[in-house]
């Protein structure tokens, strides 16, 4: 069955610190992953996917099928980058629905 | 364009009761998913509309139910309402349904349903 998880529920960083979000997956089939991020009070929206092979905000991720693993990686953390952090694959080879993992809670602190 | 818009956004039901949401998804929208977000399980996938046919379902019991109008709009009904459907219920719309470059789903604000 699809599954991501996301082993920290919080991550705690010093503004200018290295950021690493775990993101691992089970999929059959040719997975396509996505990192979303809600920041407070504001909606959940995409952040990056695996495919674009872009950099958002500095943020980047790459697809390691090896390791069935999606992490999510910025060199020097903000405070502006305090937020929750989804990563999310699709729910089954037909369609747009995700499956989500729990969350991981970004807090970046001076 | 305005985004994905939810009504209502606050709902306080009673145990028993049945609720119905909306979802407006953005102009030229053709596909809309809901999801269940608590504290504990995080973003739970309920269920998937593309023009008017439920595709795809999460594993949530009968008593969630959907549907789908013509011009795209969404619905979701709960019957029997228990304490444990207490939670933020998000709708997200993208442009095809189909998985090419317009995948994207964005999300509306979504209805918090406090079950009491």
């Known amino acids: 069955a699809q599954r991501v998880t996301q082993p920290e529920k919080l991550l705690s960083v010093f503004k200018g610190a290295p950021v690493e979000l775990k993101c691992n997956y089970s999929y059959s089939g040719s997975p396509e992953l996505f990192w979303y991020v809600q920041y407070s009070r504001q909606r959940l929206q995409l952040l990056l996917r695996h495919i674009s092979r872009e950099s958002i905000k500095g943020f980047t991720a790459d697809l390691n099928k090896g390791e069935t693993s999606f992490h999510l990686k910025k060199p020097f953390a903000q405070e502006e980058d305090s937020a929750m952090y989804y990563c999310a694959l699709p729910h089954n080879q037909a369609g747009t629905a995700l499956i989500f993992g729990k969350g991981t809670t970004l807090s970046v602190s001076s | 364009k305005a985004g994905v818009t939810q009504t209502p956004r606050y709902l306080i039901k009673t145990r028993g009761q049945q609720v119905t949401l909306s979802c407006s998804p953005i102009s030229g929208h053709r596909s809309v998913s809901w999801y269940q977000q608590t504290p504990g399980q995080g973003l739970q996938f309920l269920f998937e509309y593309f023009s008017e046919t439920q595709r795809n379902k999460g594993n949530f019991p009968g008593r969630f139910s959907g549907r789908q109008f013509s011009n795209s709009r969404s619905e979701m009904n709960v019957s029997t309402l228990e304490l444990g459907d207490s939670a933020l219920y998000l709708c997200?719309?993208?442009?095809?349904?189909?998985?090419?470059?317009?995948?994207?789903?964005?999300f509306g604000p979504g209805t918090r349903l406090t079950v009491t």
């Open positions: 997200a719309s993208s442009l095809t349904g189909r998985r090419d470059y317009s995948y994207e789903q964005y």
